[in-house]
């Protein structure tokens, strides 16, 4: 498969800088294997006292883009102190390259846990092995993912669908099996998201007109909703409002998704909590 | 840039002699073969003229035992589902794990269907046993579909011997050809088949034209439902410019086989030996002997296949591989796989594949090439140690 790289990472690819290990170095993080088929060993120099990183070198096993990220990443952290480093977090790496393709996400993912287990190495931590956490347990056995793993990438990149966990995690990729069961880790995730306190839309009057009704839901639909199918490809259309009746179409790829009712579900949560718990919503498309 | 092109198991340059042959049925002559009027008339005849050479190809009967279709894919499904339309009564089909995807999605399909479906392993050299094919025929079999060469590695199946087995058990036989035809001897007779698919972008045909070859007497249902082209045998308004480039092509592909078999075989087994002598670590996919003369699978430890190709490609070389970042997949190539190629070598895993376009001063460029690129790639890797 021909892969649309951009011309950054053509050159860090192309090009590659700081590969190599530090003899002397004080923080080791490696991650992956050679099974996943993509691994990677970040060496890091750091200033005892000043806790700045003066260098920092890696050795990759992997594709195009696995060799970009790690690049970046060296280039990124040198100069930068522990507390900084520590800040980088994938979708900074994807931000540096000027963008990856979406099946490569889990290049970037790679180069923020090997960043954060060279500096769990220099603090002296033990790098909790996952299969010793009691809370952890692997989801996807073909690539050894655990369910915090991807928690955290949910809720870092603010992912809404499987097949985005797959690109940046690769959980779910292998045989499949896991897939059910990385479906409940989104559900549940998202629940725990959505739970946590939203961007509220200015003054929302207890009782509202059917006019100022029919306003705030096409303005929570704008804002809210349509924003985050856009972002996959699909879309919503506003039909009609009667009375706690909410008529919607799905558009683009929400029509052939699997997942479209539990879209519709969630469209209708974010209206009831953004304008009336009163609202039932129904899809026009049938 | 120099371009050297060694992706052909993929698809192939189309001969410009096959352009020419096609080009007046792309200008003057467009009418429909169906048509009683003069325009039709002589575009039926061409039609028939390709469908001569086709036959002649494989060494069939008469011409009538092929049939033109969009693609090898439509080949293949059409004589599986035709197999089992004409025998509703067998709900079991064998096949093999290395197949391409247009035999294996298929039958992982008719799988969740609810139909019986053996997937018969191979060896770590790539080879299939015969006797494992007769030892997983039922009363149910309506039909084994099993490739005649591995698109991967160019390993050859014993069509023949599975062949008389399976009408022995007066099971249909069908084989994918795709990968063979043009590389291979072939005849279709000796090789006791029911069925037989190939695909026109394989040899130097263009895309959109495949061929299927329906033994004379075999029970047929079409795939394509519709008007009464192909003897009823498939619906459709015949894709005649492709049709007429096919037959050419396959004019052509008969006159080169001695090429294939010594010339193209000549470069390949240069380049293999080359490349294995100048890179440690190492190793051809694959039996040695039983492969198809233009393919070459090698394994390069250590490193992984997508970063070989985008290096490759920056130096004009174009190859593939059967690492997980290409195959569009996270797991690497189904055949290596089974085949039980450790990961270490199934991700740095590159298939090169030959035409009779390529020249001995390619080889001696991909020759001085490739090593620098291995050694560059596992100079960066956490894997490699000197």
């Not at chain 2, 340059?13 to 002559?29: D, G, I, K, S």
């Not at chain 2, 033109?68 to 089909?93: M, P, Q, R, V, Y």
């Not at chain 2, 060896?123 to 005649?148: C, F, N, Q, W």
């Not at chain 2, 035409?355 to 080889?363: G, K, L, P, Q």
Request: charged letters at 25%; hydrophobic letters at 35%.
């Amino acid at each position: 498969m021909a892969w649309e790289y951009n011309e950054k990472v053509k050159e860090l690819y192309r090009n590659p800088k700081n590969v190599g290990e530090i003899e002397d170095a004080n923080a080791v993080g490696e991650v992956g294997s050679i099974v996943c088929g993509d691994a990677l060993k970040l060496s890091l120099k750091i200033d005892e006292d000043t806790e700045t990183i003066t260098d920092a070198k890696f050795q990759t096993f992997g594709c195009g883009s696995a060799i970009a990220s790690s690049t970046a990443l060296t280039q990124m952290v040198i100069g930068k102190t522990v507390e900084q480093a520590a800040q980088i977090k994938n979708q900074d790496i994807v931000d540096f390259l000027g963008g990856l393709p979406a099946e490569k996400m889990h290049c970037s993912v790679m180069g923020q846990e090997a960043l954060e287990s060279a500096i769990a190495d220099f603090r002296g931590l033990k790098v909790v092995h996952e299969e010793e956490d009691p809370d952890t347990a692997i989801v996807c056995h073909c690539f050894g993912v655990s369910n915090k793993k991807i928690e955290n990438t949910i809720l870092e990149n603010g992912l809404r669908t499987l097949e985005e966990i797959t690109n940046y995690t690769k959980a779910g990729g292998g045989c499949g099996s896991c897939i059910d069961e990385i479906e409940q880790i989104l559900e549940e995730t998202l629940a725990k998201q959505d739970a946590e306190p939203p961007l509220r839309l200015p003054d929302k009057p207890k009782k509202l007109t059917t006019l100022q009704k029919i306003k705030l839901i096409e303005e929570t639909i704008e804002k809210e909703i349509r924003p985050l199918l856009i972002k996959d490809g699909g879309d919503l259309e506003l039909i009609d409002v009667e009375g706690n009746r909410v008529v919607i179409e799905f558009k683009g790829r929400c029509l052939g998704c699997q997942a479209v009712t539990y879209t519709l579900s969630g469209v209708q949560d974010k209206l009831r909590e953004m304008v009336s718990p009163d609202l039932e919503v129904t899809t026009g498309n049938d | 840039m120099k371009t050297v092109y060694l992706d052909n198991n993929a698809t192939t340059q189309v001969a410009p002699e096959a352009v020419e042959a096609m080009l007046p049925f792309l200008r003057e002559h467009y009418g429909n073969p169906s048509s009683m009027h003069s325009f039709g008339g002589r575009v039926g005849k061409a039609v028939e003229e390709a469908r001569e050479l086709v036959a002649e190809l494989l060494g069939a009967e008469q011409p009538s035992e092929i049939v033109f279709t969009s693609c090898g894919t439509e080949a293949d499904s059409t004589a599986i589902w035709s197999a089992l339309n004409t025998e509703t009564k067998k709900n079991h089909i064998i096949t093999t794990r290395v197949e391409h995807p247009a035999v294996r999605s298929l039958a992982l399909h008719l799988k969740r269907k609810g139909y019986q479906v053996t997937e018969l392993p191979v060896h770590s050299d790539g080879l299939l046993d015969p006797r494992d094919v007769e030892r997983a025929i039922t009363k149910k079999t309506a039909i084994i579909s099993i490739m005649s060469a591995n698109n991967e590695t160019g390993v050859l199946f014993p069509i023949a011997e599975i062949g008389a087995i399976a009408a022995s058990y007066g099971v249909k036989f069908h084989t994918d050809a795709v990968q063979i035809v043009g590389k291979e001897p072939l005849n279709v007779q000796d090789l006791n088949v029911n069925f037989l698919a190939l695909s026109g972008h394989k040899i130097h045909a263009p895309k959109g034209i495949g061929a299927l070859y329906v033994k004379r007497g075999t029970r047929f249902r079409p795939f394509l439902i519709g008007g009464h082209q192909e003897r009823g045998r498939r619906g459709g308004t015949e894709g005649v410019p492709n049709i007429v480039a096919l037959g050419k092509a396959a004019q052509m592909a008969l006159a080169h086989l001695d090429d294939e078999q010594t010339r193209v075989r000549g470069m390949r087994d240069r380049l293999e030996k080359g490349l294995l002598a100048a890179i440690p670590s190492s190793k051809v996919n694959g039996h040695g002997e039983k492969r198809l003369p233009n393919t070459s699978n090698i394994s390069f430890e250590h490193v992984e296949g997508e970063a070989i190709l985008l290096m490759m490609s920056d130096l004009g070389m174009a190859a593939s591989s059967g690492s997980a970042c290409t195959s569009g997949s996270l797991e690497p190539s189904h055949v290596l796989r089974a085949m039980g190629v450790p990961y270490t070598f199934a991700h740095g895993s590159i298939r090169f594949s030959l035409s009779r376009y390529n020249t001995d001063a390619e080889v001696d460029y991909v020759l001085e090439h490739m090593p620098p690129i291995i050694a560059r790639l596992r100079e960066i890797s956490p894997f490699w140690k000197d």
